[in-house]
């Protein structure tokens, strides 16, 4: 529609609720306001109207304003037991430093709203202005118990540098801007995982429209979710338990799924246990570590394509040997080569030598084939330590390689 129809027609602007599900009871959690806009009996949504940089910012505002103040007249009349996510563009609410939005919200707490409940939602990657004094305010808000969510993450040029320093309670992880990204999605993920875990957020996976989406931001630390798949946008509350029966079915087929890859990577692991203890109580007489690694290529030739031997500070005691095709080549250029600056390396030192067992890691990209492997490491004695690495191939014939 017209900028100009909706603002001559500010009556007819509405919220809608879009409400976000928790994994930990299976319920609604809370609800994010949208903006819609009644057209007769065609409901039609404002976000392109807020995203349009040619519409002056203060009917924006005005617009926005109407939005709020009737999603926190409804909330506060009916009171569901729950969360009001409601947003607002960093750039708009570093104006007068969040004063407006306060004082929207200190007029309905007067009607009963409660600061703990409210969400501000923002967008890092869009605000234009300096981010230490946006942390300041944020901080400042913070102290009345509103809690601060980060939207989009994952989108367009989001930093992580820039997240931490506004140190959100909530990051809103964007699974549509995720898939169309062209750097690796799980990369991503996995530095938003280990941000959130550092700052104490909470990990709420957003745009949800399949069942494939759901389970995967549940095996990846999502605690909120949110998107069609779910439910769609709604003039009214919901049920809490609306969708507690389904959901409690598909976390428990999730929880089915996870738990039988966990144990076939327990039983692969225990099977290497068996294989290599055998295989190098057999050969503890070779004259060097190059014969060890020889011999034992021979017998792994069926699953690895590279084995060496480090130190206990990571400092390689071998040659690497490697698989060409069919053939194994000594490459002596890796001896004394140091790997401690790898990440878990020496965490993993440690728990071979206190366990006295092999260790199968992670599926991680290798750095010089670019094949995502898993290394199986294995204590010779107190202070040297076998790796092996296995090859994709191997993996997936034996379910391990997700």
Not at 290 to 316: H, M, P, T, W
């Amino acid at each position: 529609m017209d900028a100009l129809d909706i603002l001559t027609h500010i009556d007819q602007v509405i919220p809608h609720y879009q409400p976000i599900f928790s994994a930990d009871e299976q319920c609604i959690v809370g609800y994010e306001v949208l903006g819609r806009f009644q057209h007769g009996n065609e409901v039609i949504s404002l976000g392109p109207f807020f995203h349009d940089e040619t519409i002056p910012e203060e009917f924006r505002m005005e617009v926005d304003h109407t939005v709020t103040a009737k999603a926190l007249e409804q909330f506060v009349s009916e009171q569901p037991s729950s969360l009001i996510f409601i947003n607002r563009d960093a750039n708009v609410l570093m104006i007068d430093r969040g004063e407006s939005f306060l004082q929207l919200l200190l007029q309905y707490k007067e009607k009963g709203l409660q600061f703990n409940q409210v969400v501000l939602e923002i967008t890092e990657h869009q605000f234009k202005g300096d981010i230490q004094q946006l942390g300041h305010v944020l901080t400042y808000l913070r102290t009345y118990g509103i809690q601060i969510a980060v939207d989009n993450i994952g989108k367009e040029s989001s930093n992580l540098d820039r997240i931490r320093l506004l140190a959100p309670d909530l990051l809103k992880i964007d699974l549509h801007s995720l898939r169309t990204s062209t750097v690796s999605y799980d990369d991503v993920l996995y530095s938003i995982s280990l941000l959130a875990r550092k700052i104490g957020a909470t990990l709420l996976y957003e745009d949800i429209e399949n069942a494939f989406q759901l389970q995967y931001a549940w095996r990846n630390g999502g605690r909120y979710y949110q998107g069609y798949y779910l439910h769609e946008p709604s003039p009214t509350f919901l049920p809490n338990d609306l969708l507690k029966e389904r959901l409690r079915d598909q976390f428990h087929t999730f929880i089915q799924h996870e738990k039988k890859k966990l144990q076939a990577l327990y039983d692969i692991s225990e099977q290497f246990q068996a294989r290599v203890s055998e295989l190098v109580a057999k050969h503890k007489k070779a004259s060097s570590f190059n014969e060890l690694i020889s011999v034992l290529a021979k017998q792994l030739s069926d699953c690895s394509f590279r084995i060496y031997v480090c130190d206990e500070d990571g400092f390689q005691q071998s040659a690497n040997i490697f698989k060409k095709g069919e053939t194994w080549e000594l490459q002596p250029q890796y001896y004394m080569k140091n790997w401690s600056w790898r990440p878990y390396f020496l965490e993993n030192i440690i728990r071979m030598r206190s366990r006295r067992r092999g260790i199968l890691s992670d599926l991680y990209s290798d750095i010089e084939t670019g094949e995502m492997i898993r290394t199986y490491s294995y204590p010779i004695d107190k202070h040297h330590y076998l790796f092996i690495d296995l090859t994709y191939d191997y993996l997936f014939e034996h379910n391990v390689h997700l």
